[in-house]
């Protein structure tokens, strides 16, 4: 999980995919944005002027050598529900809520937006396509990347058994405190498996591991655990990369991450 730094931009990318995709987790360094959004900010729903969010995310395509007008991306909204995406989002009048974009498409980058909440990216690597999916808590237990493996089946014959998974940086176990509704919804969701996402890091409330989490879903959905990557990183521990919500009370912004084919 090597981090690269292009024109200022630093960004995560993951051993785990090939040359044949281009991926990244941006951090929040090489953009222009001031406190407390700085600086490479691409959320357009805190607070931050517009024209810096568009340069910001300009920059962040550039990094990678990708044209920004190739941009999908939707209204995050902690579903379950997914976008296949065929051309770009310009070239689609119309604005979509949904937490899992996929495509086939190498003209099309897929991009979202997060700030505590987990990124992941998938890659079917015999019929190439790619996705990606935004699952905070609420996503995680309505299993939002469960429902994007599936769009791939669906939309492309993927085999989840041949897919490969990596899981970005997000809030990490020792900072995610959650209440009894979580750990309700959670049950309902993995069943007997729930009690191992769950620890009490010394508190009376329990501490919800994301991570654990998602590549339990994902094994769920059929993927291979050799086949997926977690990043572990903590965005409430290392505040000089990544964005956090709950450790900067929502005073933050929102760092990007992208996946595209390439051609």
């Not at 190439?128 to 429902?147: C, D, F, M």
């Not at 977690?230 to 290392?238: K, S, Y």
Request: charged content about 20%; proline content about 7%.
């Amino acid at each position: 999980m090597p981090f690269q730094t292009v024109d200022g931009v630093r960004y995560l990318t993951f051993d785990l995919f090939p040359r044949q995709v281009i991926q990244a987790v941006f951090t929040r360094q090489g953009g222009l944005s001031p406190d407390p959004w700085a600086s490479l900010n691409v959320g357009g729903t805190v607070g931050d002027d517009t024209p810096r969010v568009r340069e910001n995310r300009f920059r962040a395509f550039r990094a990678l050598g990708r044209d920004p007008r190739s941009m999908f991306d939707v209204w995050q909204v902690h579903s379950a529900d997914v976008v296949v995406a065929t051309a770009p989002h310009d070239s689609i009048p119309r604005e979509f809520k949904a937490d899992g974009i996929i495509t086939d498409n190498p003209a099309v980058t897929l991009f979202m937006r997060f700030a505590d909440c987990t990124p992941i990216l998938l890659y079917d690597p015999l019929h190439p396509a790619v996705g990606i999916v935004h699952a905070g808590w609420l996503g995680t237990v309505r299993k939002a990347v469960t429902a994007t493996v599936a769009a791939m089946q669906s939309a492309y014959g993927s085999n989840p058994a041949e897919m490969l998974a990596v899981i970005g940086p997000s809030i990490g176990p020792d900072h995610y405190e959650v209440g009894p509704d979580v750990v309700e919804k959670a049950n309902l969701a993995f069943g007997a498996d729930a009690q191992s996402l769950f620890h009490q890091n010394g508190g009376q409330r329990p501490h919800f591991d994301l991570w654990a989490a998602n590549r339990l879903a994902l094994r769920q959905a059929g993927l291979q655990d050799q086949n997926i990557e977690t990043a572990g990183m903590c965005t409430a521990c290392n505040p000089q990369d990544w964005y956090s919500h709950r450790e900067q009370k929502g005073k933050t912004g929102r760092f990007g991450a992208l996946i595209a084919l390439r051609d």
